[in-house]
């Protein structure tokens, strides 16, 4: 899970190299229809955003609260006790909008290129909530 709450490991950028060409040509057309993105075939690989910046995804590298949880050594968000954090909003709105996607794709197209970025506040929550009652 990535600081904000999108799920990497289902994101098609997540392992990009290791899935291969075919893959990583796959997830560039398909980005360019949906989301009208221009990327180049190489640059679909990521190893999580909580990586260093060589290993993860150049969108992000700036990501506020991807810098934050490096910065405080943490995993997510959900192990912050500010749950009322300005870099998290600002994280999280990016994704707000994936999922009205679902009338407009191909089911299909929506689990592979859109799921991976829904529920992303859910999913924070739910390990904001594990997180603090382990301790």
Known sequence: MSACGVLCSECPAYLGVEKGIEHQSRTVEAWHRIYRRDEAVEDIS???????DEEVFYTSRNCIARRCCRSKGL???????????KNLEEAQSVWDEVPNLIGTLSPS???????????????????????HNRR
């Open 46 to 52: 990521c190893c999580g955003c909580l990586g260093s």
């Open 75 to 85: 995993n997510s968000c959900a192990e912050c006790p500010d749950e009322s954090c």
């Open 109 to 131: 197209d929506f689990d592979t290129y859109a799921r991976p970025y829904c529920d992303h506040r859910k999913r924070l929550e739910a390990a904001r909530t594990a997180f």
